[in-house]
């Protein structure tokens, strides 16, 4: 079945920094990928839609340019935060659109910022 | 905006009964509603996708019905086991079709 691989699946970096979040689709080409983040015992909350040769289009609330997005290929999406703060810690998980409406996620990647 | 709740946080029963999880929307009726397991720290795994033209689908021990009146999806696994132990989380396409959001999902604990 279809396969979305996120790296790293954890992370911990400094105040201040900036990390990177990959997000690949293994076995098919996805020209739609969305960034999500969860907040323990919280729902999944839409952070932005990543379209393949375009910009991203942000859910309202989210800073596009703390949390910068790029979809360079039908296989890859990145997420960067930048100039993290404590409370960007959480858990963030991608996703790709696979056949029909069928969504496919990510293992998600653990975020800590100290 | 779309409301989606799922009715309870935390639902307990024996292993072998039938679990049934209850999802309501509150405005626009989705073309589509999906419904996912996520285990701790993991990302959440498809399960069931059903159309709004659809009242009912199932897979193996699962059975979603999609009451687009009541605003209302029932997610059943019958002869539940202790491995059902998961969150199920509830998703519909977002008004513009374009992403999916998700409810806050009820924790299913089965025990032997």
């Known amino acids: 079945g279809a396969v979305v691989s996120q790296h790293p699946s954890w992370v911990i970096c400094k105040s201040g920094t900036s990390v990177k979040i990959e997000c690949r689709s293994l076995d098919f080409q996805a020209t739609t990928m969305f960034w999500y983040r969860q907040f323990p015992k919280q729902s999944l909350m839409l952070m932005a839609t990543?379209?393949?040769?375009?910009?991203?289009?942000?859910e309202q609330g989210v800073e596009k340019d703390k949390f910068l997005i790029n979809h360079a290929s039908l296989t890859l999406s990145t997420l960067t935060v930048t100039s993290a703060h404590p409370e960007d810690s959480s858990f963030y998980i991608c996703?790709?659109?696979?056949?029909?409406?069928?969504?496919?996620f990510g293992e998600g990647s653990w975020l800590t910022v100290v | 905006s779309q409301k989606i709740e799922q009715n309870s946080e935390a639902l307990n029963i024996q292993e072998g009964k039938t679990a049934t999880l209850t999802c309501n929307y509150t405005n626009y009726s989705p073309a589509y509603l999906q419904w996912y397991r996520q285990d701790p720290g993991r990302g959440p795994v498809f399960l069931l996708l059903?159309?709004?033209?659809?009242k009912e689908k199932r897979k193996e021990r699962l059975k979603v019905t999609f009451d687009t009146t009541l605003k209302q999806s029932l997610f059943h696994i019958t002869a539940s086991q202790p491995a059902d132990s998961a969150t199920y989380l509830c998703a519909l396409n977002n008004q513009a079709g374009t992403a999916l959001i998700f409810g806050k999902g009820t924790t299913l604990s089965v025990s032997s």
């Open positions: 059903i159309r709004e033209n659809e």
């Open positions: 990543s379209n393949e040769g375009s910009k991203a289009t942000y």
């Open positions: 996703s790709a659109r696979g056949t029909g409406n069928t969504i496919y």
